[in-house]
């Protein structure tokens, strides 16, 4: 699948009620030689969870993990579907810039844009709150 080499994801798992009880979120770390960072989790009344993980490890136990997940009923969802950014409405007023943690905003020098590496990205929203023209958006799916 690829060459076996050092992996850090950001990703968000959406959990059943059947599976949030669970400990397969652990289990990355015991199975699969994962390191696992949680950035957000909640669990609502009906016991349905989501979280937020910095997954570490090597490619190819990343890629058998994230299967061991979906086998469990666990939905993955990349962050990059939850914060979207209007490239067409942001006036580059580096609002957002303060706010976020993970530097997934940032200000070219030469340039003065703002980008946005959704990469680093851990959807916490913060930037969703500040920005005066609401370029910076959640996904409404979630």
């Known amino acids: 699948m690829s060459d076996n080499k050092n992996f850090n994801k950001i990703i968000h798992l959406a959990f059943p009620p059947t599976v949030s009880g669970r400990p397969v979120v652990c289990n990355l770390g015991k199975l699969y030689n994962l390191s696992f960072n949680i950035l957000k989790a909640d669990i609502n009344p009906r016991h349905e969870g989501s979280m937020t993980l910095e ?3 090597l ?11 979906k086998e469990n009923g ?5 962050v990059a579907q939850k914060i979207a950014r209007d490239d067409d409405s942001c006036m580059h007023c580096g609002m957002c810039l303060a706010m976020c943690p993970t530097g997934a905003l940032s200000l070219d020098q030469k340039s003065r844009l703002v980008l946005f590496d959704l990469d680093k990205c851990t959807a916490c929203g913060l930037c969703t709150k500040v920005c005066p023209v609401r370029a910076m958006e ?5």
């Not at 959640?138 to 979630?142: A, H, L, V, Y």
Request: aromatic share 8%; net charge negative; charged share 30%.
């Open 55 to 57: 997954i570490t490890g």
């Open 59 to 69: 490619e190819e136990d990343y890629h058998k993990g994230l299967n061991y997940l």
């Open 74 to 78: 666990i939905k993955l969802i990349p």
């Open 138 to 142: 959640i996904d409404p799916q979630d």
